[in-house]
Nanobody, 124 residues
């Protein structure tokens, strides 16, 4: 079992930055990969970024490349998503998720546990 709690969302102007955090508990944090997804009402949840168990392998959606950075601190059982140069189209509920393998995946179905989400709103 893995319990995930996101924080750090909020309202920011376009061009600004936010740092999301996701605290994990339960299974040994360094034994699984982590991902960030986002969802807007009426649309499917979409992949944003993922990092493998050690932090050595990261993967980003095209929309996130060059602006977002995913990282993890295995001593603090936390994964982060640094979001820079935010755009109004980044507005969504952001979810962190745990994938109980050591491989980076980009699809919702590959992830086993999910947090409750944190709202990010970017004003124009």
């Amino acid at each position: 079992q893995v319990h995930l709690v996101e924080s750090g969302g909020g309202l920011v102007q376009a061009g600004g930055s936010l740092r999301l955090s996701c605290a994990a508990s339960g299974r040994t944090f360094s034994s699984y990969s982590m991902g960030w997804f986002r969802q807007v009402p009426g649309k499917e949840r979409e992949f944003v970024a993922a990092v493998n168990w050690s932090g050595s392998n990261r993967f980003y959606a095209d929309s996130a490349k060059g602006r977002f950075i995913i990282s993890r601190d295995n001593t603090e059982n936390t994964v982060f998503l640094q979001m820079n140069s935010l755009k109004p189209e980044d507005t969504a509920v952001y979810y962190c998720a745990a994938d109980l393998t050591r491989v980076v995946h980009t699809t919702v179905a590959e992830y086993d546990y999910w947090g409750q989400g944190t709202q990010v709103t970017v004003s124009s």
